[in-house]
């Protein structure tokens, strides 16, 4: 398969030639190498790869349009840039160790540790993997950071943006076979913890506990298929986002109280539900990959299901890409890609069932009002509708690096928290990347 053997080639070209590293990493490379006895450090092959992005984006719609995942109207020259560095050492004896770093643009080039494991072959193809591993949600995961493996400067947003953790701390194990009619097949269970900062939470970190994953990939000749699962206990830091519904929680409980005379009466277990602490999760993915030489097709649905959040509603997710090559190593391509984010209707069922009973009590309407702008500002909350077009072209001009270009169109539908009335925003912008791989 082309993406796969573009990975491969970037994880194993140059075997024996030494790339240019962060002075930190080399820093703290050195001082491990010198602390390994001689006749150990002379058994072990030790690998440096990376790769790196060099983008510009910038929404060219009106302002009234909003913008496009996060591109400006003024142009970003460094956000979307990043860098990755990545060792393997084969310690020989069925035993391997892989470390990767990659220092994000619009995290000021801070480079942060996204692979940090260790691999013991039980046999050829049954590996335990131990560490900070990747999680393997995707078709893509494996190599989300290299771009030059893949056709677009960045895969689908609305699949790839939500959740946006990457790595987990804990243990894979990986069995690869032979099916028979030329059908190969890898199977992966992981499981484990995760604490990252997510773009979606406004930056807070997302805590998953008890994550254990399953993920079946099968191939044969132009065809590849994919399916996961995973499940997980989340938390997050969501007070800045439920602040104002709790100040509304607060004035239905003083009206409740003063038109019932209940004066114990409160919302608490509301509150408990709209706060995002240990919520059950679950992910579940398809996708597919079709390549015929000169043409070329991919799709993946994915859907994430979460008990009583208000930080994340039903989610639904898909895109569908078909693509052609053409002369002079030129592809194009084209994307649609579409969200769904649903209303979590738990979220606000115990809201309903706690002030029922006491609604009859106002007949000028006041606490029904009240409910139903909770529940309205709740919805709006959750629900976004997002369908986008993706144009784009890649030219592989080197045997190392891809100039790409895309035109991208957005619709966006959500509502207004107090009126309940629908809106749209149509932004469009346009990226440029250049890709390399070293």
Known sequence: MCLLACYEYWGNKNMHKKSLLHPLFLASL???????????????EIVFSGFATFAYAKTISDADEGTLQGISDEGEYRDFNKLGL?????????????????????????????????????????????????VPLYMYSDYLDVGYAYQWISPPYSVYGVPSFSSMEGAKISWTTELGADWSSELLLWGGRTDEALEELG???????????????????????????????????????????????????????????????????????????????????????????????????????VDKSIAVGELSSAYVMAGVRLPANWALSLTYSVDRDDVNEDVYEQLETLTAPYLDFDPSGGLRNGVEGIIRAIEGTQINDTDTWTLGSRWDFHRSASFKMEYLIQKKSYRDLVTAEEFSQKPRAFRLALDMVF
């Open 203 to 305: 930056g807070e970190n997302l805590l998953i506990d008890d994550g254990l994953g399953l993920a079946w990939s099968v191939e044969r000749d132009w065809l590849s298929l994919r399916a996961v699962y995973f499940q997980g206990v989340t938390s997050a830091d969501v007070s800045a986002q439920i602040a104002p519904l709790d100040a509304g929680l607060q004035a239905l409980e003083q009206g409740i109280q003063m038109i019932s005379g209940n004066a114990d009466f409160n919302l608490d277990v509301v509150r408990d539900d709209l706060a995002y602490t240990e919520a059950d999760s679950r992910f579940m993915g398809l996708g597919a990959f079709l390549d015929f030489e000169y043409t070329f097709f991919g799709s993946e649905i994915t859907v994430i299901d």
């Open 86 to 134: 990545r060792l393997d050492a084969d310690l020989q004896d069925n035993l391997s160790f892989t470390a990767q770093l990659t220092a994000h643009g619009g995290d000021d080039y801070q480079p942060e540790v996204d692979w940090l494991f260790a691999t013991y072959h039980f046999l050829p193809n049954l590996a335990l993997s131990v560490g900070k591993v990747r």
């Open 30 to 44: 050195s001082s491990v190498m010198l602390s390994i006895p001689t006749t150990h450090a002379t058994q072990s």
